[in-house]
């Protein structure tokens, strides 16, 4: 939510500076390369980071449920088939979530401390 509001202030300030100076078309450019800019260099970045993040908190529940917390990366490891069969053309950098590639790795790197969370019944 600071993120969004600070981009949105940011955004705001600026077009309103450049109207100010008179040239009529400044300010709604500026709104526009900063809103595209914005989103593609701090907010997709920050969802992905927040994605990534409660991947490390559902391994963790996981295993503390009682459930191995290996199946997660089975299962992103047949998420990861399923979306290259259907073929998805979204560049990374676009994207809300990390990868399929990059939640694989990133959950065998935290596979080890979350298996010291599983205690199976």
């Known amino acids: 939510m600071t993120v969004a509001l600070g981009l949105q202030a940011g955004g705001a300030l600026g077009g309103a500076l450049l109207n100010s100076t008179g040239h009529t078309n400044a300010g709604p450019l500026f709104s526009q390369l900063y ?5 593609t260099l701090v907010a997709l970045p920050h969802s992905r980071l927040q994605e990534s993040e409660a991947d490390e908190i559902g391994l963790t529940y996981m295993a503390r ?3 191995d917390p290996a ?3 089975a299962f992103w ?5 399923y979306n290259a069969k259907q073929g998805s053309t979204t ?3 676009l994207r809300t979530h990390p990868t399929d590639e990059q939640r694989i790795n ?3 790197r935290l596979l080890p401390k ?3 969370q599983f205690h199976p019944q």
């Not at 809103?35 to 989103?39: C, E, K, R």
């Not at 490891?77 to 088939?81: A, K, T, V």
């Open 35 to 39: 809103g595209l800019g914005g989103q």
């Open 65 to 67: 449920a009682g459930y």
């Open 71 to 73: 199946n997660a990366v």
């Open 77 to 81: 490891e047949r998420f990861r088939d």
């Open 91 to 93: 560049p990374w950098y």
């Open 106 to 108: 990133d959950l065998k």
């Open 114 to 116: 979350a298996q010291t």
